[in-house]
């Protein structure tokens, strides 16, 4: 299982443009990227996922370089309510997650 | 999206008594679904995998007798602490992963607090 490595807290201000970085250098080739979001005492909330190159819904972008071995997750215009855990997983199969420490993202005004 | 309810939200219980939490999908039917316990300012730990119609899949260090798992129907899966004591103390969350999904995305539930006294 690839074991991935992310900042464990970053500060920012409202309006800014959030960079939250991932390293997994031993993601399989049949390995997804996904970041979940973590509110105080509610379930992750899945936000975005992606395999290579770049990836963008209507919350967040993903950045996924050639190699794989990291990712950046994008937040645009970040907000108040954008303070949470941020938490990067690599996976393949249908099991159960492994999370790690997760980022503790703290926006201010 | 899909969604993935949970209840109770919280629960109080006496040490030694047993307490049951349902997890439930929604819109989707789920062969499969996820326990995770989360302590204080720590990540989530997965406990078990759930699969409907048969026994389910413990993580190392989590006893089953002591964890009991249910998953009778392809929308409902039960965890039930047996002889709860105060360490038992946790945010318990379980999530489903949609069958029809092509990259197995897990929803998760809102989870379960549970306050051993």
């Known amino acids: 299982l690839a074991k991935t490595t992310q900042p464990i807290s970053m500060d920012s201000y409202e309006g800014q443009e959030v960079n939250i970085t991932c390293s997994h250098n031993?993601?399989?080739?049949?390995?997804?990227i996904t970041w979940y979001q973590q509110f105080p005492s509610q379930g992750p909330r899945f936000i975005i996922q992606?395999?290579?190159t770049k990836v963008t819904n209507e919350v967040a972008s993903l950045f996924i370089p050639a190699d794989r071995k990291s990712s950046t997750l994008s937040l645009p215009r970040v907000s108040l309510s954008d303070t949470a855990v941020y938490y990067c997983?690599?996976?393949?199969?249908?099991?159960?997650?492994?999370f790690g420490k997760g980022t503790h993202l703290i926006i201010q005004p | 999206g899909a969604v993935v309810s949970q209840h109770p939200s919280r629960v109080i219980c006496k040490s030694g008594t047993s307490v049951k939490i349902e997890c439930r999908s929604l819109?989707?039917?789920?062969?499969?679904m996820f326990w995770y316990r989360q302590f204080p300012k720590k990540s989530l730990m997965l406990m078990a995998t759930?699969?409907?119609?048969?026994?389910?899949?413990?993580e190392q260090g989590v006893e089953k007798d002591k964890f009991l798992i249910n998953h009778a129907s392809l929308t409902l899966s039960t965890l039930t602490v047996t002889s709860a004591h105060p360490e038992d103390s946790s945010f318990y969350i379980c999530?489903?992963?949609?069958?029809?999904?092509?990259?197995?995305?897990?929803?998760f539930g809102p989870g379960t607090r549970l306050t051993v006294t």
């Open positions: 999530s489903a992963r949609d069958p029809s999904g092509l990259t197995y995305e897990q929803y």
């Open positions: 031993n993601i399989a080739t049949n390995d997804y």
């Open positions: 992606g395999y290579k």
């Open positions: 997983l690599v996976r393949g199969g249908a099991d159960g997650l492994t």
């Open positions: 819109d989707f039917q789920a062969t499969t």
């Open positions: 759930s699969n409907e119609g048969s026994k389910a899949t413990y």
